[in-house]
């Protein structure tokens, strides 16, 4: 991670577990990363680490180092004081809450849609880089060879491939995946900051739920991105708070119910409170949190 506000946070070093655990074969999973890459623009996604690791860090390096996200927060207030002359601290958990989650959410979504793989998203297998001056994750990779796909796809009965009955199973096994890693990202992170577990959770089925939809709608075909959130979310199994919330609207766009909060309307020089705010729809009369791409502040923006 690079400096965020006057302090350097976890990286990768040449003694990096990250150094052992990209050495795998690489073929099948690093030709579907060249695939989606160029399909999207808010993040680099590569196999393995660059030769200049500057900004990388590893997630169970950044899970187990005790003041990692205490860090992150000093950095991203540096930041949002610099832009708003404020920082209020729901309003820099709830961002790094969504940064955390979109990592491995938005990867495992991507390939999901594409390529109809699901990569290992266990934490030591995945690791992101941190951009500056706006502390949010701009590249991920991928560190495991390993993978789940399809009984039709090229790779079936390669040593790197676990092979699913369906559609259905593989969706599964990518909720599950991600569950796992957000509940490790839960117990860290829950006892630093005070947004407690359901909106952690609610968190969580957003960015899964808004990831799928973003992957059909930059790849061309939306609808089919929102066929996949609903295959992926099913009837919102616990720990998730919902299904997925997507839903048409009269101009023939889609547009989805927002579970958790970014806290933006705290700022008081910011742009007060999201349209798609889950609060709003908590008050008489309010609207429905309903969000599009984009709406939301944090990793969902610009």
């Known amino acids: 991670m690079p400096p965020l506000g006057g302090y350097r946070g976890p990286v990768v070093t040449a003694s990096s577990t990250l150094t052992v655990a990209a050495r795998g074969r690489r073929g099948f999973l690093q030709d579907s990363l060249a695939r989606v890459n160029p399909r999207q623009s ?16 590893g997630c169970d390096e950044f899970l187990r180092t005790p003041d990692a996200f205490t860090r992150w927060h000093a950095g991203l207030a540096s930041w949002l004081v610099d832009r708003y002359a404020d920082s209020p601290d729901r309003t820099t958990a709830g961002y790094v809450m969504t940064w955390y989650l979109w990592v491995p959410g938005y990867l495992a979504s991507l390939l999901f849609h594409h ?14 880089r941190m951009a500056s001056p706006r502390p949010h994750p701009d590249g991920i990779a991928v560190l495991s060879p390993r993978f789940a796909c399809l009984p039709d796809d ?4 390669t040593p790197e491939a676990t092979v699913v009955p369906d559609e259905r199973a593989l969706a599964a096994l990518l909720r599950g995946r991600f569950a796992t890693h957000a509940a490790r990202f839960v117990d860290v992170y829950g006892p630093q900051v005070r947004l407690g577990r359901r909106m952690l959770w609610a968190a969580a089925t957003d960015v899964l739920d808004t990831s799928l939809w973003l992957a059909g709608r930059y790849g061309g075909a939306e609808d089919e991105g929102v066929l996949d959130a609903a295959l992926v979310l099913g009837d919102g199994p616990a720990p998730f708070t919902s299904g997925s919330t997507l839903r048409p609207v009269p101009d023939g766009t889609w547009t989805r119910r927002r579970e958790s909060c970014c806290f933006h309307y705290l700022l008081a020089a ?12 908590r008050k008489p009369g309010g609207p429905k949190a309903l969000v599009s791409p984009g709406d939301c502040q944090t990793a969902f923006s610009g």
Not at 43 to 52: K, N, Q, S, T, V
Not at 116 to 127: G, Q, T
Not at 154 to 157: C, H, Q, R, V
Request: with cysteine; proline share 11%.
């Open 270 to 281: 910011g742009q007060g409170t999201c349209e798609s705010c889950p609060r709003l729809a």
């Open 115 to 128: 390529e109809r793989r699901v990569p290992s998203l266990r934490p030591a297998d995945l690791a992101f």
């Open 42 to 57: 808010r993040a680099e996604l590569r196999f393995g680490l660059p030769d200049d690791r500057s900004g990388w860090t």
């Open 154 to 157: 090229p790779a079936a009965g």
